[in-house]
Structure formats: C-alpha cells, structure tokens
C-alpha cells in the first residue's frame, strides 16, 4: 500500500514563506506523476503544483513565481511557498499516481492571516 504523508502546514503572516513535504513510502522515481492539490473551505480541491515522470512541471497560475515544486531525495517531494497571501489558505495536499492508480495524503493546513 502506497503512503503519502504532508507536513510543514501552520500559521504564517501575509508575505511570508512555508516549506511542506511529502513523504512517501516508495520511491518518488516510480510514480507516474506528483503534484500538490489544495482546497479551500467552500471549494473545490485545484492543482497547485505538479510534475510527471516524463519530466514536465506546471504550476496554477496564481502561485507562479512564488510556488516552487522540488524533489529533496528518492521518498520526498516539497512545496516551497512564498510572498504567501491570505487567498493561499487551504489544505494542502500530496497526491502520486502509481500506474492507474491514485493516492493522497492526509493533508496539511496553511493559514495565512496576520
């Protein structure tokens, strides 16, 4: 059974910087995509920031130039946030496709609020 588990989520101003990870139970080598998702009370869940084996990368548009998507090593992918505004309030969370199948994580709150 493939895990995914987020961390790094909290409190933070207006303007600045959070860091969360995922941290899977295989190798991030052998998905076929991963990305980072987030839903906001009232909507529903969008693509913030995603990548496929195939080496391409997207970002929605209202986290580009502040959202950065990195793999740290073989089990963890992170999402660099910053410039955060209070719109980016969410959950966020990770999600890998393994062949046709989907997993996610538990989430992790960010609120943004001074």
């Known amino acids: 059974q493939v895990q995914l588990v987020e961390s790094g989520g909290g409190l933070v101003q207006p303007g600045g910087s959070l860091r969360l990870s995922c941290a899977a139970s295989?190798?991030?080598?052998?998905?076929?995509?991963m990305g980072w998702y987030r839903q906001a009370p009232g909507k529903e869940r969008e693509l913030v920031a995603g990548f496929t084996s195939g080496g391409s990368t997207n970002y929605a548009d209202s986290v580009k130039g502040r959202f950065t998507i990195s793999v740290d090593n073989a089990k963890t992918v992170s999402l660099r946030m910053n410039v955060l505004k209070p719109e980016d309030t969410a959950v966020y969370y990770c999600?890998?496709?393994?062949?046709?199948?989907?997993?996610w994580g538990q989430g992790t709150q960010v609120t943004v609020s001074s």
């Open positions: 295989e190798s991030i080598f052998r998905f076929k995509a």
């Open positions: 999600k890998g496709t393994w062949y046709s199948y989907e997993y």
